[in-house]
């Protein structure tokens, strides 16, 4: 079978772009020579004076459907590499009728206005300027026609089945229909007289290419039926090789591809001679913290010649800010020859969670396994960050560094919501600064507080809206809490916790009654606590005031409906900040264990120092974004289980990133889960 470029994955290559051009090439010229570069000739088809366009249709399909019945027999064609297109019954009918109008108005069609186009007709030029004003309008108004653009959804609708007919019976009605369709276009003509006459060799030839048609069509009876499903989509494999492909999917399937970062750190623990450790990240990034004797590859130079003196013996170990280029590294060194290298899982940022973190932030809550994390984590901490000893130097490798640690994140002020601990401690006697306390225990609080704070639990923001529970509550409700605690549209908030991601939940909320000013504190109570600035057990009486929201400023909360919309339209990315077992289905708190299909990954705590409340630096933090596909202009939803912890990654990409449409889902995962009709994936297990 050949497949197709869409059942290939090869659309948005190179041969798709050749292919669609010289399609395009072709297409062009056989309509100009069918005559429709010409709007006079187009709309003929109206008062009944030229049929080309209803000749030239039934021509189109009847040639498409018997030569799809011959390559399907022939084996030329896959018949489940053809994509078609879904029937939405609203957007099609009122589509149509426009279409219908501005082909009788305009005698245009994007097609044959860009055929037109190219013969310099102005008004083709015109029409094609009015399809891209009315594609922008579209844009900017589909909250209002987007129930229409969806509703009345059927799926793709087949004729064939539509109808119970066989589709080779199909094919020959076609065809006997387009003869008829072709001698009553003709017959209309002659009676309008505004064509020359059929002359008797064009009548005869006319007749032939009829039979010819009706006999090719009526051939596809007697064809052999089309090769079953699990055949017909068993096409070659994409490896050159089908032994090596085999070999590489059964390492896939063994879990044989990749490392687990605990595991590595012990074999260099150890001082294991044959391993290699290659990073395969940008020179600058590599400088700002590695692992310990990694040597710096940068992708794109890992055939170059550094990387083509890589051993083939021994065990290579690849890694980068996430898995996806040294899956992609693994792939092609596979294929050239290598078999000795593993992927770590998760890189760098895996490596940091599961050998440098605390066990007090992994999530393990058995005493047991959490004494073992414990000690292992303080000798792997011991030995990758404080010990300056080294490990026997892998072959080749480079001159270890001092390390350095990831760099914080330079506040960015209060214009851009995150202030230091140092900003406040120089605003604290400000009349119009109100400080809000929202750690968890209101007994730490009474304990202790930075001075003039007032306690909010983040939890009473939230409560079960429309059978969710842990939504944000309304913003009418929301300010009456505000207001409760003294807080006034005109005053400067600044929110802080021991957990960034309990103060970035109430800025979300602060955001979404329209309050101007207002910021994290980065680094929170652990950064002031450390840096011995003021605190205290007093307790402010705040005089409760009128707070009035914004109405219409919520525009960045997105439901579940919406979330569903954007995931068939595929232009959006929806970031899934769960912990990676939450995400691949091997731990659930919900009915539904899994993640949204085509949904990206990546935990919120990867985007913080370790052991702090604070963001790592902006442009480590963009670097390694940007190679999970998402930069400035990316389209993004933010998710996790309830909305808390993708606050966190919310507020980090619009505010410090800058990210231009970045959307945060307030059901997350709870909300998406309980919804049976909608899909799941779940990752394969290793």
């Not at 290559?13 to 010289?22: F, M, N, Q, Y």
């Not at 055929?115 to 007709?121: D, H, R």
């Not at 509703?151 to 007919?165: E, K, T, V, Y």
């Not at 205290?536 to 960045?556: G, H, I, M, R, W």
């Amino acid at each position: 079978m050949t497949g197709t470029l869409y059942s290939m994955g090869l659309l948005d290559s190179v041969c798709g772009l050749a292919a669609a051009g010289l399609i395009g090439l072709l297409f062009g010229l056989f309509l100009e020579q069918a005559g429709f570069g010409s709007s006079r000739k187009l709309v003929s088809v109206f008062y009944f004076r030229d049929m080309s366009v209803i000749k030239v249709m039934f021509t189109a399909v009847v040639t498409a459907l018997v030569g799809y019945q011959y390559l399907v027999a022939w084996g030329w064609l896959e018949p489940n590499g053809i994509y078609v297109l879904d029937t939405y019954w609203g957007a099609q009918i009122v589509g149509g009728l426009l279409f219908g109008v501005g082909f009788v108005i305009g005698g245009w069609c994007p097609g044959t206005a860009l055929a037109g186009m190219a013969s310099l007709k102005l008004d083709a030029v015109v029409f094609l300027l009015g399809a891209v004003l009315g594609s922008i309008l579209f844009n900017e108004t589909f909250a209002l026609v987007g129930p229409l653009y969806e509703g009345g959804h059927a799926g793709a609708l087949l004729l064939s089945d539509s109808f119970q007919i066989s589709p080779k019976i199909l094919t020959v009605l076609f065809a006997v229909a387009a003869v008829f369709a072709f001698s009553g276009c003709t017959w209309i003509e002659n009676r309008r007289a505004s064509t020359r006459p059929e002359s008797p060799p064009a009548r005869s030839r006319n007749r032939k290419l009829a039979a010819a048609m009706l006999i090719l069509a009526a051939g596809t009876l007697l064809l052999p039926p089309a090769p079953p499903v699990a055949e017909a989509t068993a096409a070659a494999p994409p490896f050159g090789d089908p032994a090596l492909a085999a070999s590489i999917l059964s390492e896939v399937d063994s879990a044989g591809d990749h490392i687990d970062p605990v595991d590595l750190a012990d074999l260099l623990m150890v001082g294991r001679t044959d391993l290699l450790v290659v990073d395969l990240r940008a020179p600058e990034i590599y400088a700002g913290f590695h692992i310990r004797s990694a040597v710096n590859i940068p992708l794109g130079q890992l055939f170059s010649a550094a990387g083509a003196n890589l051993p083939k013996t021994g065990l290579i170990v690849l890694y980068s800010n996430g898995t996806t280029h040294a899956a992609q590294a693994w792939y092609a060194l596979r294929e050239s020859g290598w078999d000795n290298i593993r992927v770590l899982t998760d890189g760098i940022a895996g490596f940091w969670r599961d050998c440098l973190t605390p066990p007090s932030l992994s999530g393990v809550i058995d005493e047991v396994s959490a004494n073992k994390r414990l000690d292992g984590y303080r000798a792997r901490r011991t030995f990758f960050l404080e010990n300056t000893l080294l490990p026997k130097a892998a072959p080749a490798a480079a001159p270890q560094e001092t390390f350095v640690p990831p760099p914080a994140l330079a506040e960015p002020g209060l214009a851009q919501h995150l202030v230091s601990t140092q900003w406040l401690a120089s605003h604290l006697d400000d009349s119009d600064l109100r400080v809000l306390d929202v750690r968890l225990k209101s007994t730490d609080y009474t304990t202790r507080h930075i001075p003039g704070a007032v306690y909010l639990n983040f939890e009473n923001l939230r409560a079960t809206i429309r059978g969710i529970p842990n939504m944000l509550v309304s913003a009418e409700d929301l300010s009456r809490m505000f207001g409760q605690l003294g807080i006034s549209n005109d005053d400067t908030v600044i929110v802080y916790s021991d957990q960034l991601r309990d103060a970035t939940l109430v800025a979300v909320a602060l955001e979404q009654v329209g309050h101007p000013n207002y910021a994290v504190l980065h680094g929170g109570w652990g950064k002031w606590t450390a840096e011995n600035r003021a605190i205290t057990s007093d307790l402010p009486s705040p005089k409760a005031v009128d707070y009035k929201f914004l109405e219409d400023v919520d525009t960045f909360t997105v439901d579940v409906d919406q979330v569903a919309r954007a995931v068939r339209e595929g232009s959006t990315v929806i970031l899934d900040v769960r912990p990676a077992d939450y995400y691949s289905g091997k731990k659930s708190d919900e009915p539904r264990a899994g993640h949204i299909p085509g949904a990206k990954n990546r935990e919120y705590t990867l985007d913080l120092l370790p052991d702090t409340a604070s963001y790592q630096a902006a442009d480590v933090l963009r670097e390694q974004y940007r190679q999970m596909g998402i930069d400035e202009d990316t389209p993004i939803i933010v998710h996790c289980r309830t909305g808390h912890q993708a606050s966190q990654t919310y507020f980090l990409l619009k505010h410090v990133l800058k990210v231009e449409n970045v959307r945060w889902f307030d059901g997350s995962w709870l909300a998406w889960s309980a919804r049976p009709d909608l899909p799941i994936d779940v990752a394969p297990k290793d």
